[in-house]
C-alpha cells in the first residue's frame, strides 16, 4: 500500500502519461466525439453571444456542451493532483535547462510553473501580465487559424496520418523555436 | 446524465496531464531547449498508439456506443494556415507555457493566474473570427 500511494504521489513517467492520453483521444471517438481542446475557446464566445455579430460564432455551441464538461472535469482532475495527489517537489528538469533560463533571471523551480511569471504578485505586474496575455492571446488566435491545438492536430490528427496536422505541428515547433532561441533573450 | 462520462474523462486527462508535469511552463522550455526527452516521450507514445489504434478502428469498421460507425474527417487542405496559425500558437505556447488543456489544468492545481492566459486565449480566438476573412487560408 505504501508503495501504491507513493505511485499515486511521485510524478508519473512520460510513458504513462502517453498511453493515458491516447487513451482518452480513443475514449472520446467511442463517446461519438473528437478529441480538440481548443474547440472550446470558440464554443465559449458563442456561449456568450459572440455570434449576434460574428458569423464564425454563430453555431449550435450547445451541441459542444459535452467538450466544455469534458473542461470542467480537467479543472477538477487539477485540482485533485494539486491536493490530494501532490507531491512537493519542484518539477524535475534537466540541469542544462535550469542552467539556460538562470541565465535569463529564472531562478530554480520550486512547483510547476516559475515564480516570476505565475505567482499571484508577478502575474498582476506589469510586465508578467502583459506577457501572459499576449501568450493567451498567441495560443488562442492561432490555434483557430490553426484549426486544432496540441490535442486536435498533434495527437488526433498525427493519429489519422494527416498532412495538415503535420503542417501545424511543423508551425507549432517553429514558433516555440523562435520564442525560446530568438525572443526569449531579448524579452527576459 | 449523459454527459457525466466526459466529466470522468476530462478529470483523468486533468490528473494525468499535472501527475506527469506536462502542464509545467519548466517542462514545455526543456521540450524547445531539447534538453530532455520527457515531452517528446508522452507525445510520441500517445501518436504511435493513437496511429495504431486509428487503423485497427478503420480497418474493423468499429462503431461507437451509440452504434454509429467512427468516422475520420479529413482536414481542409491547406499549408497558409496551418503554418501561420501553428507558428502564432507555438509561440503562445513557449511563453505561457501551456496549450488550451493545459491552461485549465493549471487553474486547477492552483495557478490561478493561469486565468488570466486563458480569457486572453478566448480574446484570441474572438478576435481570429472577427478578422478570419481577411486572412489567407
Sequence with gaps: MIQMSEFFTQSWPWWFSGLIISSIMFLLLFFGQSFGFSSNLRTICAAAGAGKTVGFFNFNWKSQMWNIVFLTGAIMGGFISGTVLKNDNPVEISEATKQDLAELGFSEPKGMQPEELFSLESAFGLKSFILLALGGLMVGFGS?????????????????????????VIGFFAGGLIMTHLLFPIIF | MKLIKFLIAGIIF?????????????????????QAF????IIGVAVVLGVIGVYLIKKFKLR????????FYPKDKSIIRYLIGGSIFGMGWALSGACPGPMVV???YGYLSMVIVFAFAVVGTYLYGVIRNHLPH
Aim: glycine share 14%; proline share 3%.
Design chain 1, 144 to 168: 483557430r487559424y490553426a484549426g486544432g491545438c496540441t490535442s486536435g492536430h498533434a495527437i488526433s490528427g498525427l493519429s489519422d496520418l494527416q498532412w495538415p496536422s503535420l503542417i501545424a
Design chain 2, 14 to 34: 486533468g490528473i494525468v496531464m499535472a501527475k506527469s508535469e506536462a502542464i509545467s511552463w519548466f517542462r514545455i522550455q526543456e521540450m524547445f531547449r531539447f
Design chain 2, 38 to 41: 520527457h515531452m517528446y516521450g
Design chain 2, 64 to 71: 461507437d456506443i451509440s452504434g454509429n460507425p467512427i468516422v
Design chain 2, 106 to 108: 493549471n487553474i486547477g
